[in-house]
């Protein structure tokens, strides 16, 4: 797959959003930027007549701060040296008299300001100039934008004079013309003709033409490659040769341009079409950014979601699913979602997937990048969610209960603890990066993933016993060993509901295990939380089933006598059912369990929870 090609059909596939604000993932502001424009957040709004008077100006608010700017070359990938902004800056680049307000000395702000006043007298005075442009220039000319600012009381000079916040202060322009149904919006950073005056100045003075290593054509080529790929705050480049004495491309190659060229309009659509398709459906796992999307951009199951919220997801969509199948617990509606992502689908078309990590500070790799038939996409999603579907509690609050598997933070959250997850950003991203392959690409659930889940689930005492976290350990558990046996091919079928013709012999001492456990809960007082006798002994019982069965049994009976008679016959005689499937020689065996025995503890707790197809009255 060429990632590059990939980005650059992105982009060509969807100019009609260009420049238009779109709610991202989790609800924020998305915006595929213009060729030769880039993103940042504005502080103060200075408004302006057309002549270039001031007007006013204001504060932005910290939700309306991403602002849209013409950026040159330079600019875009600017970190500490000298790059000045066409239009909209900070006040360092802006006023002449930066220093007389700053706390600290710039011995740049000189060269900063007439950088930037020679770069837009050039823009104002070209033939590809605009109205707002010019009245920008007027204004900055007068040399008097700090002060306006203060006595507008959006900056304040403390008792020396100095301006405290100045440094940090990015100012972007609003040219307010006479209203009129066709006028362009007054705000520079909503204007397209800006836009497109600043698209057509930049291609007009290009000069460095070479033979981009992209197209083989001889186009403009760029060196200097944007950065804020994964967001904002990201100063991280995907391309860079700057390092002309560290051997970065020495030794096979003598300058730069030898080792590659990219023209620099590609470069600009394809790192735009990259940071607008990561905010807009990217996920991050601990600074390891992955982005899948559809040749035709139509909707896709996330490979990260829980089954509950894919289905949550489709749903809030099309409402046409909710008229069938809107039990969470019901498997129905899983495949419900799935038909409906398929039948809105065309299955001609292909999903990209690409991952991105930061091995440095300055560097961003490409560590994935891969493409499958959008139906091969669909077809895996599925399989995993339904070869590992049982019921499950979401997490946070509310948890309720959900057919399905858990989503893959969650899932890392529940084998490794949370607090770990949330401090360690290398286990995550190492967690992802082998978990993902077994959503995506149906490989199989590595061993070493499922019994790290049947130790942590064999271990109900190292959990908080008012919370749900051992609950949600072993559902996930039981998902894994599913799945694998699934892999395996066993002709067992493996659900939530009980496997009664099972004599698998790990499954029924799991359901023997599950017994014991719903004998002692039942004689519990409504606020007692302490652990039975059979969840204490659950480790020791994985590794030595016989002898710790007879130990747990042994203390069940106080419990048995606590029961109504009723109750105390159905469970006598479960247990014996349960024992009568096994041969004597498994029944005497001490050898450990393997994790089929936390599917039969699962199947038979929520059977007897459930009461399906019990024969006496429990009155809990």
């Not at 060509?12 to 959003?17: F, G, P, W």
């Not at 899948?292 to 909707?299: C, F, L, R």
């Not at 046409?320 to 899983?334: H, I, L, P, Q, V």
Request: aromatic fraction near 10%; charged fraction near 30%.
């Amino acid at each position: 797959m060429n990632w590059v090609r990939e980005l650059l059909s992105l982009y060509e596939r969807n100019t009609e959003l260009v420049g238009k604000a779109e709610k991202g993932r989790f609800g924020e502001e998305v915006i595929l930027l213009p060729p030769y424009h880039t993103t940042q957040k504005a502080t103060v709004t200075v408004r302006l007549s057309p002549s270039g008077d001031f007007l006013g100006a204001e504060k932005v608010a910290k939700e309306d701060a991403v602002t849209v700017i013409p950026a040159t070359e330079e600019s875009a990938a600017r970190t500490s040296g000298v790059a000045a902004h066409p239009l909209c800056d900070k006040l360092d680049y802006l006023a002449i008299n930066y220093n007389s307000y700053a706390p600290s000395f710039d011995k740049d702000a000189e060269k900063k300001h007439r950088q930037y006043l020679d770069g837009i007298k050039n823009w104002a005075e070209s033939e590809h100039s605009h109205e707002k442009v010019q009245a920008v220039y007027e204004y900055i000319k007068e040399e008097h934008i700090i002060t306006d600012l203060i006595n507008s009381g959006v900056l304040e000079a403390d008792e020396d004079g100095k301006i405290p916040d100045i440094k940090q202060t990015f100012v972007r322009f609003s040219v307010e013309a006479e209203w009129s149904d066709d006028a362009p919006p007054s705000e520079c950073w909503l204007d397209p003709t800006l836009r497109s005056s600043y698209i057509e100045y930049i291609e007009s003075r290009a000069d460095n033409e070479d033979i981009s290593y992209l197209t083989g054509e001889v186009v403009p080529i760029s060196y200097l490659q944007p950065k804020k790929i994964r967001n904002d705050g990201d100063g991280t480049k995907l391309i860079s040769s700057n390092d002309g004495e560290g051997f970065t491309f020495r030794g096979r190659f003598s300058t730069a341009n030898e080792a590659f060229a990219i023209g620099y309009e590609e470069s600009q659509k394809i790192h735009n079409a990259l940071k607008w398709i990561i905010r807009k459906q990217g996920s991050n796992f601990g600074g390891l950014y992955i982005v899948v999307w559809e040749s035709a951009m139509n909707p896709l199951p996330d490979y990260s979601a829980s089954t509950d919220e894919i289905c949550s997801v489709k749903e809030s969509i099309t409402k046409e699913e909710n008229r069938y199948n809107t039990d969470s617990k019901s498997a129905a509606r899983f495949e419900s979602a799935m038909n409906g992502y398929i039948s809105a689908t065309d299955y001609s078309s292909k999903t990209v997937i690409m991952a991105f990590n930061a091995a440095t500070q300055g560097r961003l790799s490409v560590i994935e990048a891969s493409e499958l038939s959008t139906s091969e996409y669909l077809e895996n999603i599925k399989k995993w969610h339904n070869d590992c579907g049982l019921i499950h509690y979401s997490a946070g609050k509310g948890q309720r209960e959900y057919y399905g598997i858990p989503g893959l933070r969650e899932i890392a959250c529940t084998l490794y603890g949370r607090e770990k997850i949330d401090g360690d950003e290398k286990l995550l991203q190492s967690f992802c990066n082998r978990l993902r392959p077994c959503i995506i690409y149906g490989k199989q659930l590595p061993q070493d993933i499922v019994n790290l889940a049947v130790n942590r689930a064999s271990s109900p005492e190292s959990f908080d016993s008012k919370s749900r976290e051992w609950d949600r350990a072993l559902s996930l558990a039981g998902s894994f060993v599913k799945k694998k046996e699934t892999e395996k091919g066993s002709k067992e079928e493996w659900n939530v509901s009980l496997n009664t013709n099972s004599t698998d012999r790990s499954y029924l001492f799991g359901r023997l295990l599950a017994v014991a456990d719903r004998i002692e809960y039942l004689t519990y007082s409504g606020d007692e939380d302490r652990l039975t006798n059979a969840k204490r002994y659950m480790n020791l019982f994985s590794r030595q089933p016989m002898k710790t069965w007879v130990n747990i049994h042994d203390r069940i009976i106080p419990y048995l006598q606590k029961l109504n008679v009723g109750q105390r016959i159905y469970y006598e005689k479960l247990i014996g059912e349960i024992t009568d499937k096994m041969s004597e020689s498994d029944f005497a065996s001490n050898s450990p369990l393997n994790g089929l025995y936390l599917l039969g503890f699962y199947n038979q707790s929520y059977d007897l929870r459930s009461k399906k197809g019990q024969e006496e009255n429990e009155n809990e």
